[in-house]
């Protein structure tokens, strides 16, 4: 297998590389024919490694690649889970290379979707093709592939394509690496993540924009009242004012706090990686807590007014944000999403009216540690990293996780190999060249440990 990896590691990069060029932004329409772009390269690559039945699945949005090896009716089946759509590269000129058109420096692939999610979505097809030729023993297990082109919009049209092919998706358990370690060494599985609400509030003051001069002081600022209403959504403390926000938190106890702080994290280090003089967040609390088994509440973007060049003295008529909450066992995204709905409605001063959309959510999941699939996973890391693997909460969210236990009735491992400092979603997003080749490695082992466990 190593000699496989060796011989054949530059191909696999520059495959990716070709892959990466196609800016498959699902959040765009003007990329829309990149992404069905980005759909057909992957179900040819898919073909190519010896998967069988590849297919194009239509869907009312983007559609979905279908793939699948069967071993044996009595095999078990993973059925393997990822994305192909990106995020929006904006803002392009923070980018030091185009996002769009790849390059690997200082051992890293730069461009948009490196890590989140096509870099590690195409460690699962190369895994396969190793397996099918490496001369190891072949696929030990049935594997079904399912990657679709709408995760970073919210997976709008994956539910029903559940739905609608329960027998087609039938498996054993899922297998995603859409997530990552601690360390490249320091080996980890996320074990939980947590859920998402997200919503865009409109504040609307005056019927137009109005000359400063003539009504500043009389009429009441939009821009100023969202702030001072976002502002509100938080106490002195860092807690989130939303009334019975927390009332289903799940509190983890003392000792499960002391366990979670055996991982090895460094704050200073933190800090440095993202050029902070001090972290900030929920009063008592760990900064490892508070983006873990905490939720909590961002505004994502906000808007209003004149913003261009040089000066223009308006108070706008109305104000925008995008606020997002990460939600943590026991909240549901629908209950929080009626709460802050209310609570935001509730706290607009006289003078203004407020408009609240609710975008897309998901459910925090928490994952077994004490499964087959689990340990087959973790010993897989500890093959090919050296160390046992630890495992971690993320702090992101992943809302088909539980939508797939629900449908479905399946657990997930989440086997992921990117790091924090990969920054997805940012300027200059990339993914480790040492992470791409140690995922392609470490997979396969994973299949074999799993196809043998009793």
């Known amino acids: ?29 003007k990329f829309h024919d990149d992404v069905l772009r980005a759909a057909d390269f992957l179900k040819t690559r898919l073909e190519e490694a010896g998967v069988n039945n590849v297919e194009i699945c239509p869907t009312a949005g983007n559609p979905i690649v279908y793939g699948e090896y069967v ?34 420096k200082d051992e890293k692939i730069y461009a948009r979707g490196a890590c989140d999610d096509k870099g590690q979505v195409y460690m699962h097809v190369k895994a396969f093709e190793m397996m099918m030729r490496d001369g190891q023993g072949g696929v030990p297990c049935n594997i079904k592939f399912m990657f679709e082109g709408e995760e970073e919009i919210g997976s709008n049209n994956l539910e029903i394509f559940v739905r609608a092919n329960k027998k087609k998706l039938q498996a054993d358990v899922i297998l995603i690496s859409d997530t990552g370690m601690l360390a490249n ?43 001072a209403m976002i502002a509100s959504l938080h106490d002195e403390n860092g807690h989130i004012t939303i009334p019975g926000f927390y009332d289903n938190v799940d509190e983890l106890s003392a000792d499960e706090r002391a366990e979670m702080a055996k991982a090895p994290f460094s704050e200073e280090e933190f800090k440095k990686s993202i050029g902070l003089p001090a972290t900030a967040g929920e009063k008592g609390y760990s900064s490892m807590e508070r983006t873990s088994i905490r939720p909590t509440l961002d505004v994502n973007g906000i808007w209003g007014g004149y913003t261009g060049e040089g000066a223009k003295t308006v108070i706008a008529s109305q104000a925008h944000a995008k606020i997002s909450m990460r939600l943590v066992p026991h909240q549901t995204s629908a209950e929080i999403s009626e709460l802050f709905q209310k609570h935001f409605r509730s706290i607009a001063p006289a003078g203004v009216t407020v408009s609240v959309h609710p975008h897309h959510g998901g459910e925090p999941v928490v994952t077994p540690t004490d499964s087959v699939a689990y340990r087959a996973a973790a010993d897989a890391m500890e093959t090919t990293f050296g160390k046992r693997p630890v495992p971690t909460r993320g702090g992101g969210s992943i809302p088909i996780v539980a939508m797939f236990k629900s449908e479905l009735g399946l657990d997930t491992v989440l086997l992921g190999f990117g790091l924090d400092s990969d920054a997805i979603h940012s300027p200059n997003e990339h993914f480790g060249v040492f992470n791409f080749l140690k995922g392609i490695e470490t997979i396969p082992h994973f299949y074999r440990n799993y196809a043998a466990a009793q």
Request: with cysteine; glycine share 6%.
């Open 1 to 29: 297998m190593a000699n496989y990896l060796a011989d054949n590691q530059t191909r696999f990069l520059n495959e990716l590389m070709d892959w990466l060029r196609i800016p498959s932004v699902s959040a765009d329409p």
């Open 71 to 104: 071993v044996s009716p009595d095999a078990k089946t993973v059925l393997v889970y990822g994305h192909y759509d990106v995020q929006p590269a904006d803002p392009y000129e923070l980018w030091t290379s185009p996002p769009f058109e790849p390059v690997i």
């Open 185 to 227: 060494d320091v080996p980890s599985i996320e074990v939980g993540l947590r859920g998402l609400s997200y919503h865009e509030v409109t504040v609307t003051g005056p019927n137009r924009d109005l000359h400063s001069g003539l009504y500043g002081g009389a009429v009441a600022n939009p821009i100023n009242v969202l702030c």
